[in-house]
């Protein structure tokens, strides 16, 4: 101890009096930096104010119930909520055709092919696994109740003639349009409806029933499939040019940076847009008390299949492929959550996730790029759990028995139209009709689903964008190897030659194989020189 005392004086003296550390005890007992505070609300300021915007809409919405607002009270209400709407929905397109081609075109068409296989497997398992979740919880909590009626006078039309075959062939008919212009604000869908005679009678004079036939016409909306599968394959030939192709890749890198600029400055109006949206919905609604207390059993249900998925089923997946903590990344998502659940749309919540993903989370923008625009058209996780537990709600309020058959049909279908519904508010909603119809449901009691629509959609929404980021994860884990090789090969493809030309070998006078360094030519030559000058 005596030793080290002398050590550490002899250091004191050696440093001089300048650098012998604090010089009174009011220094070392200098008051806690909060700064590890302020710091956290800095980088987390949008995320606070989020949060703020939609504790502020639910106090706004149940505040104002009681007075009984006039239509014209609540258009003014809901209409800054409608503008940051269409600010988000605005981006959308521009944001897909851009993030895909850039992020297809970096990639070759081979490694391009292997990502999508990933892709598409990653998201039918897990929607058949949600479609599963659902129809254990629905038959074990019961949600069902023989005596629930419907007291809301709503009137739905029934379409029990759109079967999941007619579906499935829209899938295709959307995934190859015939005209790309019109594919950027229409999609095919199949309906039915009277052949067009000339010379036709009207069939109900008769008392007989219409014969309806199929025909395919166009609804407004994108159809963000068409664009997804035409950017794909645009982007992945375009990145087979070489240099030809360099200057169209960087045009529309260019376009996403200035879409994602743009994303920034509308972020700053979400907390007024949010809180607008909430209020609005909650305002809207007839009567919350009676909704709820008739209804909860359903909500609950949806409510623990969705926050078991995502506190379980999704953080197992993540640990298991990446051996990382996954609540971390669940929390590094919190923002483009709060997005989703108050928009009720995943595309509406991309350019947030965007930034999530490839700002603090440090994910490649190469797989974002080339799955999220697919997974918010494609991968409906909350659909999926939704549509299995509102059938089986249907069938257990009308008393009908689902024996396995029933059940597997119910989970076949669910899964199915959940890959065909578009990322658009309340879309599940029509596709609950197709599943009803595998299993000769009733359709008319889908009515009281509407009721309660506005906050289950808001909750099985945040599956679906969860599902997209932690696909993008565990693909990116999967397509390491793939993207160091692509890495290696623009590297290679930027060197003279394909060979590195370091100045270590320059000043070394090291010769390569076909490539003969400029300092052993030098020694050549003077060699040569030295040679003459003799003779």
């Known amino acids: 101890m005596e030793k080290s005392g002398r050590f550490s004086e002899y250091l004191f003296v050696k440093m001089g009096p300048g650098d012998r550390g604090p010089k009174t005890t009011e220094d070392r007992s200098a008051p806690i930096d909060h700064s590890g505070v302020k710091k956290w609300l800095l980088d987390n300021t949008m995320l606070v104010v989020t ?59 081979k490694m391009s092919g292997k990502i999508a296989v990933r892709t598409l497997l990653y998201f039918i398992l897990t929607s058949m696994f949600n479609a599963f979740l659902g129809i254990l919880l629905s038959v074990m909590i019961h949600p069902g109740k023989p005596e ?65 036939v199929r025909d395919i016409s166009y609804r407004s909306g994108t159809n963000t499939l068409g664009l997804v599968f035409f950017c794909l394959v645009f982007g992945s030939l375009l990145g087979t040019l070489g240099p030809k192709g360099k200057v169209v890749i960087d045009f529309f890198q260019a376009i996403f940076e200035v879409i994602m600029k743009m994303v920034t400055g509308v972020m700053w109006f979400t907390p ?17 008390g009676q909704v709820m207390s008739q209804l909860a059993w359903f909500i609950a249900t949806v409510a623990v299949g969705v926050f078991l998925y995502q506190l379980i089923v999704m953080q197992l997946i993540y640990f298991i492929f990446l051996r990382r903590n996954p609540y971390k990344f669940y929390w590094g998502l919190s923002q483009a959550m709060l997005t989703a659940s108050a928009t009720a749309s995943t595309a509406a ?30 991968n409906m996780d909350g659909t999926a759990l ?79 964008m969860l599902g997209d980021c932690y696909a993008a994860a565990v693909v990116e884990k ?58």
Request: proline share 5%.
């Open 349 to 378: 919540a991309l350019p947030v996730t965007f930034r999530a993903m490839e700002g603090p989370l440090n994910i490649d923008s190469r797989i974002t790029r080339f799955v999220l625009p697919i997974g918010c058209n494609i």
């Open 272 to 288: 007024v847009g949010v809180s607008s949206v909430i209020a609005g919905k909650i305002l809207g609604v007839s009567n919350v």
């Open 148 to 212: 629930l009626k419907d007291d809301f006078g709503m009137a739905f039309e029934n379409k029990r003639d759109h079967s999941i075959l007619d579906s499935l062939l829209d899938i295709g008919r959307n995934i190859f349009p015939d005209n790309i212009v019109q594919a950027a604000f229409q999609q095919a869908h199949t309906v039915y409806a009277e052949p067009k005679t000339l010379f036709a009678k009207n069939a109900t004079e008769n008392g007989t029933e219409p014969v309806l």
């Open 478 to 535: 999967l397509s390491k190897n793939e993207l160091m090789a692509c890495d290696a090969a623009s590297m290679d493809q930027s060197l003279p030659n394909g060979l590195p030309t370091s100045n270590t070998e320059l000043e070394i006078g090291i010769v390569t194989p076909g490539n003969k360094s400029i300092a052993s030519d030098d020694v050549i030559i003077d060699m040569h020189l030295h040679n003459t000058n003799r003779l």
């Open 51 to 109: 949060l703020a915007g939609v504790i502020t809409g639910i106090a706004i919405g149940f505040g104002l119930r009681p007075y009984h607002l006039g239509p014209d009270a609540l258009m003014i209400i809901s209409y800054p909520g409608e503008l940051f709407m269409r600010l988000l929905k605005l981006m959308i397109l521009p944001l897909i055709i851009a993030s895909l081609i850039a992020g297809s075109a970096s990639l070759n068409a």
């Open 386 to 464: 939704f549509l299995a537990v509102a059938s089986v709600f249907v069938c257990q309020m009308n008393n009908l028995h689902l024996g396995f058959a029933q059940l597997a049909t119910i989970f076949l279908t669910s899964t199915a139209a959940s890959v065909s519904s578009a990322s658009v508010p309340s879309a599940a909603m029509v596709l609950l009709l197709v599943v009803l119809a595998a299993v000769d449901a009733p359709t008319h009691d889908v009515s009281l689903l509407f009721a309660v629509d506005w906050l289950v959609d808001r909750i099985r929404t945040t599956n679906n």
